[in-house]
T-cell receptor, first 112, second 117 residues
Framework: QQPVQSPQAVILREGEDAVINCSSS?????VHWYRQKHGEAPVFLMI?????EQKGHEKISASFNEKKQQSSLYLTASQLSYSGTYFC?????????????FGTGTRLQVTL | GAVVSQHPSWVICKSGTSVKIECRSL??????MFWYRQFPKQSLMLMAT?????????EQGVEKDKFLINHASLTLSTLTVTSAHPEDSSFYIC?????????????FGPGTRLTVL
């Protein structure tokens, strides 16, 4: 089943903060965050692993609550370039058989 | 690093024809490639997973005879939409992953917009 993201959409003024949530019904091994601009491919932002390891963008942070199967992406001091649709991708295992199931998406618009 | 290309970036074809889309990893060896389909304002839906040298694994509901996937080398995978119909019009995106590792990061190509008339 597809992870559910909230909010579905958010409008910010430049400099404001935002939190995007991703909730899964399955136990997760990892959560991957991507940003997609209209008509373009998703761009990798951040990965969080079961056990606390993280890898990703220096200006974006995220958390992963393994017990609740939830992850949150924190965008601070938003810039115009942050606009786009954010997707979480969840994996229930690692290795050759691992694949991502993408969430419902959160559309973020940053204005002046 | 970790660049994935797709070709063509867009294609328009007549109903009943077949269309081939290429996905290449330019600076790494992709042991696994994934093909996704995305309708406007919707999420990415995984169609199939392909490992180099073996048959693709299709997701439930995806017709393997309609969407032919070949992963002949560690840098190239192709998706062929056979006998395309207007309902196949969509944004097709591939992603590639290197040797299995703890983070299993996927890197996405720029996508191919298919329009079937």
């Amino acid at each position: 089943q597809q992870p559910v993201q909230s909010p579905q959409a958010v409008i910010l003024r430049e400099g404001e903060d935002a939190v995007i949530n991703c909730s899964s019904s399955k136990a997760l091994y990892s959560v991957h965050w991507y940003r997609q601009k209209h008509g373009e491919a998703p761009v990798f932002l951040m990965i969080l692993l079961k056990g606390g390891e993280q890898k990703g963008h220096e200006k974006i942070s995220a958390s992963f609550n393994e017990k609740k199967q939830q992850s949150s992406l924190y965008l601070t001091a938003s810039q115009l370039s942050y606009s786009g649709t954010y997707f979480c991708g969840t994996a229930i295992n690692t290795g050759t058989a691992s694949k991502l199931t993408f969430g419902t998406g959160t559309r973020l618009q940053v204005t002046l | 690093g970790a660049v994935v290309s797709q070709h063509p970036s867009w294609v328009i074809c007549k109903s009943g024809t077949s269309v081939k889309i290429e996905c290449r990893s330019l600076d790494f060896q992709a042991t696994t490639m994934f093909w996704y389909r995305q309708f406007p304002k919707q999420s990415l839906m995984l169609m199939a997973t392909s490992n180099e040298g073996s048959k693709a694994t299709y997701e439930q509901g995806v017709e393997k005879d309609k969407f032919l996937i070949n992963h002949a080398s560690l840098t190239l995978s192709t998706l062929t939409v056979t006998s395309a119909h207007p309902e196949d019009s969509s944004f097709y995106i591939c992603s590639a992953r290197g040797q299995p590792e703890r983070t299993d990061t996927q890197y996405f190509g720029p996508g191919t917009r298919l329009t079937v008339l």
